[in-house]
């Protein structure tokens, strides 16, 4: 271990208990020293359809398995020879000419449901596709290095699996000055006042005493920490873009917090697929060139990164709705400005060597790339969180 | 009895004690109250929503069209709402209390899911049917639904193509614990569940030639085993009766196993695997009654919903919003997160579920406000009450009959109101807090107690 790596997490480590204050003032002024890193996460739940998403225009199997789906060649945004965006992405394309995306091919996992609710679980839970956890990934990480609920915070009602581990939670908060306002009544703050904190977490009853302090103090610091933020940015009117901008103003507020995440649904295509993708990713582009603008304006953009990923791609071969049914391999997209491989990560999947389903054959297991994350950038030990070790990929 | 037992008995057995439960049962003697429980539950009242436009779209197609199982599923949509509603009701009003409570545990257990509201709906009746008759004869019947073999792909289990889904699930899952198995006894009971499928109705149907009829190894015996041999063979390994009696203590009893009284349970279990029989057991048992487990487990988000409904009628008048307020609680019923089922316990509560808990009975019950009237000063309330009406009152479009709440507390004096609203005893500096504030009304003092985090034990 590195003496930054085990400065680190040493001040993580010590946070767990109460310390006095002026030790966590200390821990800041390091942490910030260290280059103060944080993660985003962006969830396209349905399943996105992967191959009208990045297009492989120059592969004739494309456009003979989907002849009223394909995205035709002029409407294409050109990547290289073979790979092209979908038109909806063209402020994507902007962040790819900066060198600010990262293109992976064909990531899946081994024996691939084609479930939602199993596949989403896989991708947040981090098993094998046979195996259950009740923890989430990220969970996980808050369990061995969190200090406070809000360490990991999913804008978003309420708290996906991904965020609960085995002894801590993330919090969930859409709008802090209604997580606040929910907590703050006076009656709450008077049957907490007075509880002695060294017995709280022994029993149920003390657990809850010791989880509703921690909210409480939680939502009063995410309320009070975040209204110093303020942006001029413009982002899209919708729920996506309003998730972002709270994630922005978040990070930009210099809120203590490694992980966000977020989510926009809807890929589930499989009626009349071309103007709902068209507009789904028009939101998601537009919400994400908004969200970089601002990080960047608020010089955050160097220390963030955007993983985005669905829980499943879509079949090859389109149906007879116009749509799509479930597939398996997908791309994601990791967006950020230290990226060591910028643009096409890997080559686009094979089209002609599918699985008995008529399904792509994954080649990158997204747990590499989770793997490749916590230890690269969150700088921990992957193994630990992931239960397993995996290769490290060098897309950072 | 005394009445802290039987309010721990009824919050165990089903959703708690009303006043005049209190009052009936306090005379009687443990055995008495335990028998009428069990007397309570004999019949099983099925729960069922009108599903026949979606029969008439099914009509005597043997393999529905894509557009009639569009048409089944947008349908079943709506109607799995339906029938998370009525379940809901039903847990509140039925006289059958242990039956229900204990389908709520084998919902857990046996964890199934589908979007077709006949499969699902019969699966739930399934669980009913059997939740307190023979383990045996219950983990065959599950295996059979036809939600369940579309859940863990039993369907797609053929002869040449085996899918060991079910076979992992049912024993890491359902009878064994992981670590009591071999790998090569999913392979070998994953073909003795080879063929089950069902037809579009829903009804088990057996293909044959689906089936495997090779010779299988399975925990040391040989033989051309049957799905129901395999399940046989399960239950003649002790750990099965352990593994479901942990189970039970851990819903039942405590979050914390005692070993010693688990091996009790499992000797009466193990005996002929029945489920009445073991739940006698426990009711009967001295420890069930120790002070460690009264009142010392985190209500479930339904047991919560479901107590509450029961102390003050409330009734929906959107019925999604009731399913909004399981979700944002972390569990909404028909929708496990995954085959593991949901955890429990401790995993119930982070800080976005122990705002809401907190928070919601005002905000459903109260217009959003909790009395802080100290003493002498109660004047003032409700000019507060109509402001905060204005501000957060619009949320839920509510019926609460807080006259209904009167008239069941009528004889019950304001003092005794926390050993009828709580399971345990309110922590010290809680209570001295409390006292400094005016008991307004039964009502508000009511909503003060369930505002409180010993309002979420039971």
């Known amino acids: 271990m590195d003496r930054r790596k085990f400065l680190k997490q040493s001040s993580l480590a010590s946070s767990l208990f109460f310390v006095p204050s002026f030790v966590k003032a200390f821990e800041q002024v390091a942490s910030s020293d260290l280059g103060f890193k944080r993660l985003v996460i962006i969830q396209l739940s349905g399943g996105n359809d992967g191959l009208n998403t990045v297009v492989p225009f120059r592969n004739d ?75 989430g990934w990220l969970g996980r990480y808050l369990d061995h290095y969190g200090k406070q609920p809000y360490s990991a915070i999913e804008v978003d009602e309420s708290l996906s699996l991904a965020l609960k581990g085995e002894r801590f939670n993330g919090i969930a908060t859409q709008n802090p000055a209604i997580l606040h306002n929910l907590s703050k009544d006076p009656y709450f703050k008077n049957i907490s006042r007075h509880q002695n904190d060294a017995h709280l977490s022994e029993h149920n009853l003390g657990y ?50 490694k992980v966000f995440y977020t989510s926009l649904g809807g890929f589930d295509t499989h009626v ?85 389903n008529g399904d792509l054959k994954f080649e990158i297991d997204f747990r590499t790339i989770y793997a490749t994350v916590l230890n690269k950038w969150l700088d921990i030990d992957d193994q630990t969180i992931l239960n397993k070790s995996f290769n490290q990929l060098d897309f950072i | 009895m005394n009445r802290n037992n039987v309010q721990h008995l009824y919050w165990r057995s089903g959703f708690g004690a009303s006043p005049d439960e209190l009052r009936e049962f306090s005379k009687k003697t443990r055995k008495e109250i335990v028998n009428q429980l069990f007397d309570n539950s004999k019949q099983t009242m099925r729960l069922d929503v009108d599903t026949s436009e979606i029969i008439a779209v099914i009509k005597n197609e043997e393999k529905l069209s894509p557009e009639s199982r569009r048409k089944v599923q947008k349908l079943s949509r709506a109607k799995i709402i339906e029938l998370n509603v009525k379940w809901i009701d039903q847990l509140t009003s039925s006289r059958a209390m242990l ?15 589908d979007n077709n509201v006949i499969y699902i709906q019969n699966f739930n009746n399934m669980l009913r049917e059997n939740a307190l008759g023979n383990f045996s004869d219950f983990v065959k019947n599950m295996s059979k639904e036809a939600a369940m073999t579309k859940y863990l792909n039993t369907k797609q289990n053929r002869k040449l193509k085996p899918n060991e889904n079910f076979a992992r699930e049912l024993m890491e899952l359902f009878t064994l614990g992981e670590g009591h198995y071999s790998e090569n006894d999913i392979k070998e009971s994953a073909k003795a569940f080879t063929g089950y499928s069902h037809n579009s109705k829903g009804v088990f149907v057996f293909r044959k030639r689906q089936h495997d009829e090779t010779i299988k190894t399975f925990f040391g015996k040989t033989g051309n085993f049957s799905g129901d041999d395999i399940i046989d063979i399960i239950l003649e390994q002790k750990q099965c009766a352990q ?22 349970m499992v000797e009466v279990f193990y005996e002929d695997y029945n ?77 976005n579920t122990i705002v809401l808990r907190l928070k ?23 000019i507060k009450k109509q402001a905060f009406k204005k501000q957060y009152g619009k949320r839920f479009k509510t019926q609460v009959k807080w006259d209904s709440f009167n008239k069941t507390y009528t004889h019950v004096d304001i003092e005794d109101l926390p050993e009828h609203v709580l399971c345990c005893k309110i922590s010290k500096r809680t209570a001295d807090y409390l006292k400094t504030l005016d008991k307004v009304s039964k009502r508000e003092y009511c909503v003060q107690l369930m505002s409180l985090p010993e309002y979420q034990m039971c």
Not at chain 1, 110 to 118: A, D, G, I
Not at chain 2, 99 to 113: D, G, P, S, Y
Not at chain 2, 244 to 264: A, M, P, Q, S, T
Request: include cysteine; aromatic fraction near 12%; glycine fraction near 6%.
């Open chain 1, 61 to 135: 199997l494309y456009y003979k398995e989907r002849p009223t789906l394909a995205i035709p060649k002029n409407q294409m945004i050109r990547l290289n020879d073979e790979l092209g965006l979908h038109p909806s992405l063209t402020p994507l394309k902007r962040l790819y000419d900066n060198g600010y995306l990262s293109i992976i091919n064909n990531v899946g996992y081994p024996n691939p449901v084609r479930s939602h609710f199993r596949s989403m679980d896989i991708w947040q839970t981090v098993t094998d596709s046979d195996k259950f956890s009740q923890s």
């Open chain 1, 208 to 257: 809850l005493y010791k989880t509703m302090i921690e909210a409480q103090s939680s939502a009063k610091y995410i309320y009070e920490t975040s209204k110093t933020a303020t942006s001029l940015q413009q982002y899209p009117d919708n729920k996506f873009g309003k998730q972002l901008k709270t994630v922005a103003q978040f990070i930009n507020s210099g809120l203590d917090t």
């Open chain 1, 272 to 356: 009349n697929q071309l103007n709902t993708q068209k507009r789904l990713l028009k939101t998601y582009a537009d919400g994400i060139e908004s969200f970089v603008e601002d990080l960047k304006a608020n010089h955050s953009f160097k220390d963030t990164l955007v993983l985005t990923f669905s829980e499943f791609g879509r079949r090859v071969k389109q149906n007879a709705n116009v749509g799509t049914d479930h597939g398996t391999a997908n791309n994601v997209f990791v967006i950020g400005s230290h990226l060591k491989k910028q643009g096409l990560y890997n080559q686009a999947p094979s089209l002609s060597n599918l699985d008995d």
């Open chain 2, 99 to 113: 039956r229900e409570k204990m389908t709520l545990f084998w919902a857990n257990v046996f964890v199934c899911e």
């Open chain 2, 243 to 264: 593994f479901i009696c942990e189970k039970v203590y851990r819903y039942f009893v405590n979050d914390n196993l005692n070993k010693n009284h688990v091996k009790k």
């Open chain 2, 275 to 351: 489920i009445e029989k073991l739940m006698r057991f426990v009711f009967m048992s001295d420890w069930f009654y120790h002070e460690e487990n009264i009142g010392s487990k985190i209500k479930s988000p339904i047991e919560y919903l479901v107590g509450m409904k029961k102390l003050v009628p409330i009734t929906f008048e959107n019925e999604k919003q009731l399913l909004f307020i399981q979700k944002q609680l972390g569990q909404i019923l028909l929708n496990p997160p995954n085959v593991a089922g949901w955890k429990g316990g401790k995993s119930w509560i982070d800080s």
């Open chain 2, 360 to 382: 919601l009975p005002s905000i459903l019950l109260n217009d959003a406000y909790i009395s802080k009237a100290k003493n002498g000063t109660s004047d003032q309330m409700i």
